[in-house]
């Protein structure tokens, strides 16, 4: 697992796509739906929503404080507290782009030959309905299978004053558009000035452009790259960071980026939510104080579930649990659910060892670092054969944060989730997991307190029997301990309310017990077995 390491302080990845090239896409647009019918080709895509919803610039510290914390062999945040990741259902709330359908990969179209070359004339002739000596000439000066953005500009918006273009027929145009729009948001590079010709190989029929997993396609690419990003001498990376910034913002309650008053639910995608907080430079000290504060984050102080309530009939969609790997072209990567499951509602366990490579070479540069993973299209096409098993997926979660006990253990034996140098700040791990663990006791405990008050027959449910249960749940919920009173006493108030503070509370410095007067016995009676099932889902631990 990639660390951070100590000897220095890394200024982060950095966007490659400029805003320059952003703001083309609306001019490229409009030349793209001039009638109706053109509206209706961009709409079928289903990425019409890519068009307003990309953030301009990127947060630089916010990344940069993430891709430190990325784990690329089970592609997951490693956290405090656990393991976090951006899922499939993340990008279909996000963006609102198909996640299933077909996969986004075009054969013998990788490697640059002869006969690709030849190909690729074809391609750009046929498609974007240009004459085969311009097609030629632009692969040329591009020297791969590629075009140039630049030459997408200046053939579909030209300058005021240049000499006036035979515009090709509408389908070519909205092709053009997609390309570009495609270039400039999930699959950017770091080039940041050339398209991919895969890409237009899988824009011939128009009508069949929504029916590709475009969003399982943008998640294997920024897998990819948050992995490279971590190498240690990686200072760029690339992929669809607007996903990566709106994934953080919706479920990291830190404040790192604006309500936007005027987002619509149902209607907009999930990154329309947040509005960025700009800064004019990269400024180190902030970096700093994230890496900080995500070293003292609680599981509390994450948004576990953002979609709750926007959900069709409240129930997690069962593509969200397909395990197995996801691809984009040749990149290929794992996508681990059972890593993830406090994200969808249900109580993490300890998972089982991520997937393995093929083959693997992670050197310390962006050209040494090469993964290949094995992808079976046949396990994609039947995906419904491929999900996480309910035994595997445990029970539903009362608290939205609850892992079985042995699950936080495991985790800090096989991973350092602090960043901070722990010559400096060595008490924050320590000190955050006991507060976590004695909180959640304290929960269940009183809990238990609650369910023995509903389980008591209604002739024993007296006003005094309930302000005794009361009692004790503030006691657990306050760190006190409960029990029998000690055998030294103390004289009674004037009201008749004893104060005693046993010899553990005075050793640990707690404050003493609250006791109430006149409190009658509790009868003890075992709970019903209905009673038992229920703590057992609830609390995630077994009941003697």
Not at 70 to 95: A, R
Not at 104 to 120: G, M
Not at 232 to 261: C, F, M, R
Not at 494 to 522: E, F, I, K, Y
Request: net charge positive; with cysteine.
């Amino acid at each position: 697992m990639w660390l951070y390491r100590f000897g220095g302080m890394r200024s982060g990845p950095f966007l490659s796509v400029s805003i320059t090239e952003l703001k083309y896409r609306n001019e490229i647009y409009s030349r793209a739906t001039r009638t109706r019918r053109d509206q209706r080709i961009i709409q079928r895509s289903e990425l019409n929503t890519l068009i307003d919803c990309s953030y301009r610039k990127a947060n630089k510290e916010v990344i940069s404080a993430f891709v430190e914390r990325w784990q690329l062999e089970t592609n997951t945040f490693h956290l405090p507290f656990g393991e976090m990741s951006i899922s499939l259902e993340d990008v279909s709330f996000l963006l609102k782009i198909p996640v299933m359908g077909k996969v986004v990969a075009v054969e013998n179209f990788a490697r640059y030959t002869e006969e690709s070359r030849s190909d690729a004339i074809k391609v750009v002739s046929n498609l974007l309905g240009v004459s085969v000596e311009e097609s030629e000439e632009e692969v040329n000066i591009s020297k791969g299978l590629t075009v140039r953005k630049h030459w997408l500009k200046s053939r579909w918006c030209p300058k005021a004053g240049s000499r006036p273009i035979n515009y090709p027929p509408m389908e070519c145009t909205a092709r053009a558009y997609l390309l570009y729009l495609l270039s400039c948001t999930l699959f950017t590079d770091k080039s940041g000035s050339r398209v991919s010709l895969a890409l237009l190989k899988l824009l011939e029929d128009l009508d069949d452009v929504g029916n590709y997993a475009w969003g399982a396609a943008a998640l294997a690419y920024l897998y990819r790259h948050l992995g490279s990003a971590t190498r240690a001498q990686v200072s760029q990376i690339v992929g669809y960071l607007t996903l990566l910034e709106g994934w953080v913002y919706d479920h990291i309650k830190l404040g790192l980026a604006t309500p936007n008053a005027k987002y619509l639910d149902y209607v907009q995608p999930r990154v329309c939510r947040w509005i960025q907080k700009h800064e004019t430079v990269v400024n180190v000290e902030k970096l700093g104080a994230i890496r900080r504060t995500l070293d003292r984050l609680r599981p509390s102080e994450v948004a576990w579930d953002p979609y709750v309530n926007l959900r069709e009939n409240g129930v997690v969609h069962a593509m969200a649990f397909y395990s197995g790997t996801i691809k984009y072209m040749d990149v290929v990567e794992p996508y681990h659910p059972e890593r993830i499951l406090r994200q969808f509602g249900h109580v993490q366990s300890i998972p089982d060892p991520p997937y393995r490579p093929v083959e693997a070479h992670r050197g310390p540069s962006a050209n040494k670092y090469s993964v290949k993973y094995w992808f079976q299209q046949d396990y994609w096409e039947r995906w419904r054969n491929h999900l996480l098993a309910p035994e595997v997926r445990g029970d539903k979660a009362e608290f939205e944060f609850l892992a079985t006990p042995d699950y936080l253990l495991w985790f800090l034996k096989v991973s350092n989730p602090v960043i901070t140098n722990p010559t400096l700040e060595d008490h924050y791990m320590v000190a955050t997991t006991i507060a976590d663990n004695e909180l959640l006791e304290r929960n269940r405990r009183a809990l238990d307190a609650a369910l023995r008050w509903m389980d008591l027959p209604p002739e024993v449910c007296t006003i005094e029997s309930a302000r005794t249960i009361m009692c004790d749940i503030v006691n657990f919920l306050s760190g006190r301990s409960i029990g029998p009173t000690p055998t030294s006493t103390t004289p009674a108030t004037a009201t008749g309310t004893t104060a005693t503070s046993g010899p553990t509370d005075q050793a640990r410095g707690s404050p003493s017990m609250v006791t109430l007067p006149h409190t009658p016995p509790r009868p003890q009676r075992s709970p019903p077995r209905s009673m038992l099932a229920l703590r057992r889902e609830c609390m995630g631990r077994s009941i003697k």
